[in-house]
């Protein structure tokens, strides 16, 4: 064992620092140069202390190393710690003071007691209260005294207004937003973003409101500031509901709503104006088929099709129905409106049943019965007058053969036709029957419908005959007897009025009647004028008339002469004027006459191998 000394000044002195355990191995030694003391350990041996310090006073004052931040610093961050080192181990001395100042401004920032630093080693770190102002350049003082070294050398301290200062960073911007100010169409759903020139986040309690600029008093909803989903300098905000169509609305935040990494608060969009934009146009229906107001639309029409401007979805639980105009309040037919099957922008629904001819219909949909891609509720063909359309005209009865109320129809007849307007078929287990108007209740003969013969648009039945002369008839059809070619049925000639005819007179087997004569003599020199009168027993016209003659006792043939009709029609008069010639040497004749109607009957007057006799007088 002996005295360890340790000398700082390369020999030139030494010091004591107590007895060690000497031994083979090396002797560690270490000086504190904060405190002075140096600490020894030779081999083994439990480390020593020495009692005093070590170190020479060397007459100088601390001087501090490097400042942070640095004096003159531009850039600096909000929330930056006062740090500084000196040279040597210093001591400090309590109520000392470092103060932080905003340059040409006597207000102290902050102020702290110079034991209130971190101490490590020979660097002092003192952390701000709250963070500083941005783009604002501040300075630092310490009392002179501050802090002393080892000997008690006192430090001159930071006393001048430009010994440190430094300048914090600028506030941060906006560099830009989603939707950008002023945009249009914008979707109901779309999120808020905001892209800053640094890293922020949304401060507690604050808030973003999005008001209506229709209503800038109170806003639609709030969102938490601290609501937003950071990424890089992004912050993205989800909206809590949908907006509205065709709706302008600005972003109004309040003020400090935004915090940079290093505590700085930031107010931006505090005011009605600063980021607007307006949402998109509301759906609109661009077509349907059937089209609005269409007419002459198919029975068989049970595709319904709505075409819109984008695509939309039908809703669950709600409704489309097709009504009648005449009777708005119950529904021919309805379809969910999710069953709807889309193809781009058009969706198409199944209305079943059989439509009526000549009916206007409309389409209804309940209330918000569509969705858009965005998520937003839809109301579109919602009243009675939005979707209306016709139905085609019934089928009619163009001709018959025999025509409606033909006469002088031949008994013969068994050949009916029907004409339609459009071509029509006969249905199963219906029957279409000929009656005697005298006996309606009794069908004289019956054709099933569906057995017509069609060409074209008519239809030929068969019934038996004959037909009885001077006969009137009429052709009845069971109710919806006939069917269209979309497979509505039709009602036609139901009624006993709707197709008659009467059929022709009986023969006409009876030569005209003639009235009786009586025979005229002739006065010598002057005309005579011989008349009959004819008239027909089945009303046909008499046609003509002969006159024949020929001398007395002569048995030559009767000389044949037409006479004159006098008036036409069933009685008719006929007229022949003679001469004093007819009569002859003999002086007088005989005659007759002979009447025809139009069947081809003759008369002779009077009656066969019997004459008429007249005398030529002086």
């Known amino acids: 064992t002996g005295p360890l000394s340790l000398s700082r000044d390369q020999a030139v002195s030494w010091q004591n620092v107590g007895d060690a355990a000497f031994g083979p191995g090396a ?80 207000t102290i920032i902050e102020e702290f007691d110079v034991t209130e630093g971190d101490q490590f080693e020979k660097a002092f770190t003192f952390t701000l209260d709250n963070p500083l102002s941005y783009s604002t350049e501040y300075y630092v003082s310490i009392e002179s005294g501050a802090y002393s070294d080892l000997f008690g050398n006192p430090f001159d301290g ?40 640094e890293p922020m986040t949304g401060s507690s309690g604050k808030n973003l409101g999005v008001y209506k600029v229709s209503s800038p008093a109170s806003p639609v909803f709030t969102i938490p500031a601290s609501d937003g989903v950071a990424a890089g300098n992004i912050l993205t905000y989800t909206l809590p509901e949908l907006l509205e169509f065709e709706t302008q609305y600005f972003i109004k935040c309040d003020n400090n709503a935004f915090v940079s990494n290093d505590g700085g608060f930031l107010s931006v969009f ?188 008519t239809l030929t039945y068969t019934f038996a005959g004959p037909l009885q002369h001077e006969t009137q008839y009429f052709i009845m059809a069971d109710e919806d007897a006939f069917r269209s070619a979309d497979l509505a049925v039709v009602s036609l000639l139901t009624a006993s009025t709707s197709w008659r005819f009467t059929t022709v007179e009986a023969p006409d087997n009876t030569p005209p009647g003639t009235a009786a004569f009586t025979p005229l003599d002739k006065a010598a020199g002057i005309p005579l004028t ?37 008036g036409t029609g069933t009685s008719v008069k006929f007229d022949r004027e003679i001469s004093d010639a007819f009569y002859g040497d003999a002086g007088g004749i005989e005659f007759y006459f002979q009447v025809e109607d139009l069947a081809g009957f003759t008369k002779r007057t009077p009656a066969d191998e019997t004459y008429y006799y007249s005398y030529l007088t002086a």
């Open 270 to 457: 505090t005011t009605n104006t600063n980021w607007l934009f307006t949402t998109r146009n509301k759906p609109d229906v661009i077509s349907t088929a059937p089209g609005h107001n269409a007419t002459n639309v198919a029975l068989t029409t049970n595709s319904f099709q709505i075409t819109f401007s984008e695509p939309l979805t039908g809703i669950s639980g709600k409704n489309i129905s097709l009504y009648k105009v005449s009777d708005p309040g119950t529904a021919v037919s309805t379809s969910s409106v999710d069953a709807g099957v889309p193809s781009g922008n058009t969706l198409t629904f199944t209305l079943t049943g059989l439509l009526e001819f000549e009916t206007q219909y409309f389409v209804k949909c309940e209330g918000d019965a569509f969705l858009s891609s965005d998520g937003a509720t839809v109301s579109a063909i919602n009243t009675n007058t939005d979707w209306l359309f016709t139905t085609r005209d019934q089928p009619v009865v163009n001709s018959t053969s025999p025509v409606h109320n033909a006469a002088d129809v031949p008994v013969t007849t068994t050949s009916f036709q029907i004409t339609f307007s459009e071509t029509l078929t006969g249905e199963d287990g219906k029957n279409i029957a000929l009656y005697e108007v005298s006996d309606p209740g009794t069908p004289v003969s019956t054709s099933a419908a569906n057995v017509g013969v069609p060409s074209g648009n």
């Open 530 to 566: 011989i008349s009959i009168n004819a008239t027909d027993n089945k009303g046909l016209a008499v046609d003509k008339a002969k006159f024949f003659y020929r001398a007395l006792n002569s048995t030559a043939t009767h000389t044949e002469l037409p006479m004159t009709n006098v």
């Open 27 to 106: 002797i560690d030694v270490a000086v504190n140069e904060v405190t002075g003391l140096a600490y020894a350990s030779i081999y083994t041996s439990p480390m020593h202390r020495s009692n005093a310090i070590v170190f020479p006073d060397d007459g100088t004052k601390p001087v501090h190393t490097p400042l942070l931040p640095a004096d003159d610093a531009t850039g600096v961050p909000l929330n930056t710690t006062l740090s500084f080192s000196f040279d040597e181990g210093v001591t400090l001395v309590a109520g000392k003071k470092i103060r932080l100042f905003i340059k040409g401004s006597p």
């Open 158 to 197: 930071i006393t001048t207004t430009t010994a440190w200062t430094f300048t914090t960073k600028p506030s941060p911007l906006v560099n830009t937003t989603s939707p950008a100010h002023n945009a249009n169409a914008l979707a109901l759903n779309t999120a808020l973003q905001i892209t800053f020139s």
